[in-house]
């Protein structure tokens, strides 16, 4: 209060001024000038009003300036505190930066899988390939989402090209995601689902992702990739389907041939 010299003595003034006339008119009222001393005494009484209005006015306007900027600091998302740092920094890098946060997904290379087939993991959650994600959107209602348990078996690893990762795993990176995301509920317990949260659905997540889980290519075969080993046995008579009607070059009629013995 008192760093804001220039309005302080709109209400230090009065309240002096209140003191002394107080004061004096006490000491004129004992001195049988009844009248002076009566008049002085009110006189305080409205130096008194003055320096407390003022003294109000200038608090309320501390108090109204501390709370703007406490919700201007509140306000600011890290993206913008990111900006506001990177002030300096060449147009491209921050072009650069923020481009690479923007992605969703990032493509591995199939060197790194088993099948040598390159696979896409979400960025914020590298664990998480895109085929669970579809799988997890698909066993998911317009309502709620799906369940770890009696979806997913603990130990696994059929969801990871390079057989680390388990589903429940995968599962539960996913499902925080989404939370930070707000997009979900957490679940009341852990045979219960989860909600989803305003307009959130299957669909609207999985074009949130980049992804129509209707169109998605492989989706005959992940429906039976983590049920059971006999559902493997079914990959392909899909792949076979698939190929029906389609010519294919020997080098293609070679790989369906080792694809249909392993």
Avoid at 131 to 147: C, H, I, P
Avoid at 181 to 187: A, D, G, S, Y
Wanted: with cysteine; net charge neutral.
């Amino acid at each position: 209060m008192f760093d804001i010299f220039s309005k302080t003595w709109k209400w230090v003034v009065p309240g002096l001024m209140c003191i002394l006339l107080a004061w004096g008119g006490v000491i004129v009222f004992l001195m049988k000038w009844k009248n002076a001393g009566v008049l002085m005494i009110v006189l305080a009484l409205f130096c008194f009003a003055i320096a407390g209005t003022k003294y109000w006015e200038i608090n309320s306007g501390i108090a109204a300036e501390n709370y703007r900027r406490r919700k201007e600091a509140d306000a600011i998302t890290p993206r913008g505190m990111m900006l506001e740092a990177g002030r300096g920094v060449h147009p491209e890098t921050i072009r650069l930066i923020l481009g690479e946060q923007a992605k969703r997904w990032g493509l591995v290379s199939g060197t790194r899988s088993p099948d040598h087939q390159p696979y896409r993991l979400l960025m914020a959650r590298p664990r998480v390939t895109e085929a669970f994600l579809v799988y997890f959107l698909r066993r998911s209602n317009e309502k709620t989402y799906m369940a770890k348990h009696g979806n997913l078996s603990d130990g696994d690893k059929s969801w990871d090209p390079q057989k680390i990762t388990t589903a429940y795993e995968m599962y539960d990176d996913l499902e925080s995601l989404l939370v930070e995301e707000m997009k979900i509920t957490r679940p009341f317990g852990n045979t219960k689902p989860g909600y989803w949260l305003g307009d959130w659905s299957p669909q609207a997540v999985g074009l949130d992702f980049g992804i129509d889980i209707d169109e998605w290519d492989d989706g005959d075969v992940i429906e039976t990739v983590t049920t059971s080993s006999a559902g493997r046995s079914d990959v392909p008579s899909v792949i076979a389907r698939a190929l029906e009607g389609l010519e294919q070059t020997p080098e293609m009629k070679m790989k369906s041939r080792q694809l249909f013995k392993s």
